[in-house]
């Protein structure tokens, strides 16, 4: 059969459908493999998204997200059949990680050279110079350039400036007092004064706030898995962690699952609650599709009936800066605050889902873990793909 430069055939369906098809009751492929021919396809439409900053996937409609989810799973069937696209060809990122990573680095330089492009990742302090992002500062200091000359030189070097940069994931780690309040920090001001100085697009790669790709790369896994996930119940948990971790990553989870119109359930203890701005902004999308979004402390109606389960440890903003006495707080929270086998039995067959690292028996079992339920390697690959479709979409391509 004829077939068009994006895959399609002339039918508009892609061209290994029938194939497929067939190929899932041979148990031939892995799950999301199989679940990925269930999922509607890329519709293909033409949705502009060049130029833009991706900070949060609030920056963006409910249309745009579903659009690049949609293209990150047509990216990688098409990838599976050695037809990825160069559509990043003569293109170049600038990757600036100011915390660990090895999911977000890798997705992002997987995904540009994939697609023909290349990245360059820098490490301030490191192999740069330590950057200022203070207004008016006399430089006196550790810091040697200002974030506005450096938005200014990568922007003539690169079509892409992605960053990470979270000062929680340093401070609650590091259990040291914090150099600011959670209101401060949720500002962002590296990551904005880039974007606001810059002249090509600033993707965040994790800020204080807000982990977007992650949540795009949560939203294919959860599509794959289910087709239309929409009604479905989604449960983001809170577990017990030794530190204090950020709240980005569930922030962005909860408004993922949230823009797919689930049924999202926070579960989490008193005293846990993630921020209510993002609450407010993840209810009103979810119910803006048929969804809802509910928060309990109450495991046993927690997991009753679920399709999704994904575990995440956060710190307490009602504590932040006080890391000891939230530690000293929460650690009679530990036995029952992990995903375990007995838990997930009272869902309706949930796959477990978590963003990674992961600490084994700390936040779930081994034997969800390593179960046939776990998606979790999944999810790391949508990283990649969605990463994809996210470059591809700001380059215009
Ligand atoms: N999930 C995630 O962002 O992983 P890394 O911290 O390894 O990038």
Not at 242 to 247: A, D, E, G, M, N
Not at 257 to 280: F, H, K, S, Y
Request: one cysteine or more.
């Amino acid at each position: 059969m004829k077939t068009s430069a994006d895959g399609r055939s002339d039918a508009g369906q892609p061209r290994n459908r029938e194939r497929e098809r067939a190929d899932l009751g041979e148990g031939r492929f892995r799950p999301s493999e199989r679940a990925s021919a269930l999922a509607a396809p890329y519709h293909g439409a033409v949705i502009d998204l060049s130029d833009r900053h991706f900070l949060s996937t609030l920056d963006f409609s409910l249309e745009e997200v579903d659009h690049l989810v949609r293209r990150a799973l047509d990216l990688k069937a098409r990838a599976r059949e050695d037809a990825c696209p160069r559509l990043l060809e003569g293109r170049v990122g600038a990757l600036v990680f100011f915390n660990p990573s090895v999911r977000t680095r890798v997705s992002c330089e997987s995904a540009m050279t994939r697609l023909g492009g290349s990245a360059i990742p820098i490490t301030p302090g490191k192999d740069t110079w330590n950057f200022e992002v203070g207004e008016g500062v006399v430089m006196d200091g550790n810091t040697q350039e200002h974030v506005r000359e450096l938005a200014g030189v990568l922007s003539r070097m690169c079509h892409f400036i992605g960053v990470r940069k979270s000062e929680l994931i340093t401070v609650g780690s590091a259990r040291a007092e914090a150099s600011a309040d959670y209101a401060e920090l949720a500002r962002d001001p590296f990551l904005h004064a880039l974007a606001e100085h810059g002249d090509v697009p600033v993707v965040n790669l994790e800020s204080n706030r807000f982990h977007p790709l992650q949540g795009l790369a949560d939203m294919a896994t959860i599509r794959e898995r289910l087709g239309e996930p929409a009604g479905r119940k989604y449960v983001l948990t809170w577990s017990w962690h030794p530190k204090s971790l950020p709240v980005a990553t569930p922030h962005s989870q909860l408004l993922a699952a949230a823009d797919l119109g689930m049924d999202v359930t926070v579960l989490r203890p008193d005293g846990w609650e993630l921020e209510p701005e993002v609450m407010g902004a993840a209810r009103e999308r979810a119910r803006s599709l048929g969804g809802e979004v509910t928060e309990t402390a109450d495991a046993e109606a927690a997991y009753e009936g679920a399709h999704v389960v994904c575990a995440k440890a956060w710190g307490s903003l009602d504590y932040y800066g006080r890391f000891e006495q939230e530690a000293a707080e929460k650690e009679g929270l530990r036995p029952d605050w992990i995903v375990d086998e007995a838990r997930m039995e009272k869902t309706d067959d949930a796959f477990f889902m978590h963003c990674l690292p992961v600490r084994r028996n700390i936040v779930v079992t081994d034997g969800v873990l390593d179960s046939d339920r776990s998606a979790v390697i999944d999810e790391a690959e949508n990283r990649l793909w969605t990463a994809a479709a996210l470059f591809a979409a700001l380059a215009g391509k």
